[in-house]
C-alpha cells in the first residue's frame, strides 16, 4: 500500500463545477504539500500545509493532521485549472508523493 | 526574482554513459532538492542538500550521486546509464525545507537513455 493515497485517479468536470481531490497518508510528516503539473512537466507548488487550511483564489486546501487526511477544493472550475494534482508529504528528511490526480475541466 | 533553472531542458544519451543535470536554485535558497519521475513510477525522491550538505538520499542505486557549490548551485550525476534511468528529473529549491519553507520546482530535465 502507498504511504500517500489520492482519489480519484482521474477526474472530469464542467466549467464552473466544484472540485474535490482527496489525498489521505499513513506516515507522520511534517508538511502536506499541493502541487500542480501541467503537460510539459513544469511543477507549481500551491500549498504547503502543516494545519488548518488555506486559500489562494479559487483554491482552498484542508488538512486534517489527526485523520491524516487532506483535500484540495477549487471552486468555479475553469479549463485552465486541467493539469496534475500531486499530494507530497514531507517525512523526515524526505518527501512522498502520491500518484497524482489528472483533471480535465470541459467547456 | 529568478525562478528555478534547470540545464538542460533536454538530453539523450547512450547506454553506458554518463550524465550531468544542473539546477540553479533562486537566490537566497540555500536547499535544492532532486526528485525523479517517471510514468510507471511517478515522482520520487532522489537527495536532498542544504547547505553543501547531503541531507537526506533517497532509495536509489549508487550510480545516482549529487552535489551542491557553496553558492547553493547544485549537480545530480548519474554514471553507467541504464534505459530505466529515462526520465523527467527534477529539482526544487527553497529556504530550508527542514523548517518548512515553500518548495518553488524548475521545469525540469528530460532525459532519455537509448
Known amino acids: 500500500k502507498n504511504e500517500v493515497e489520492q482519489s480519484p485517479q482521474n477526474l472530469t468536470a464542467q466549467e464552473g463545477e466544484f472540485i474535490t481531490i482527496n489525498c489521505s497518508y499513513s506516515v507522520g510528516i511534517s508538511a502536506l504539500h499541493w502541487l500542480q503539473q501541467h503537460p510539459g512537466g513544469g511543477i507549481v507548488s500551491l500549498f504547503m500545509?502543516?494545519?488548518g487550511k488555506k486559500k489562494h483564489g479559487r483554491l482552498i486546501a484542508t488538512i486534517n493532521i489527526q485523520e491524516k487526511h487532506s483535500s484540495l477544493h477549487i471552486t468555479a472550475s475553469h479549463p485552465r485549472d486541467s493539469a496534475v494534482y500531486i499530494c507530497?508529504?514531507?517525512?523526515?528528511?524526505?518527501?512522498?508523493f502520491g500518484a497524482g490526480t489528472r483533471l480535465t475541466v470541459k467547456p | 526574482k529568478a525562478g528555478v533553472t534547470q540545464t538542460p531542458r533536454y538530453l539523450i544519451k547512450t547506454r553506458g554513459q554518463q550524465v550531468t543535470l544542473s539546477c540553479s536554485p533562486i537566490s537566497g535558497h540555500r536547499s535544492v532538492s532532486w526528485y525523479q519521475q517517471t510514468p510507471g513510477q511517478g515522482l520520487q525522491f532522489l537527495f536532498e542538500y542544504f547547505s553543501e550538505t547531503q541531507r537526506n538520499k533517497g532509495n536509489f542505486p549508487g550510480r545516482f550521486s549529487g552535489r551542491q557549490f557553496s553558492n547553493s548551485r547544485s549537480e545530480m550525476n548519474v554514471s553507467t546509464l541504464e534505459l530505466g534511468d529515462s526520465a523527467l528529473y527534477l529539482c526544487?529549491?527553497?529556504?530550508?525545507?527542514?523548517?518548512?519553507?515553500?518548495?518553488?520546482f524548475g521545469q525540469g530535465t528530460r532525459l532519455t537513455v537509448v
Open positions: 507530497a508529504v514531507r517525512h523526515n528528511n524526505d518527501m512522498r
Open positions: 500545509l502543516s494545519s
Open positions: 526544487a529549491s527553497s529556504l530550508d525545507p527542514g523548517r518548512n519553507t515553500e518548495a518553488f
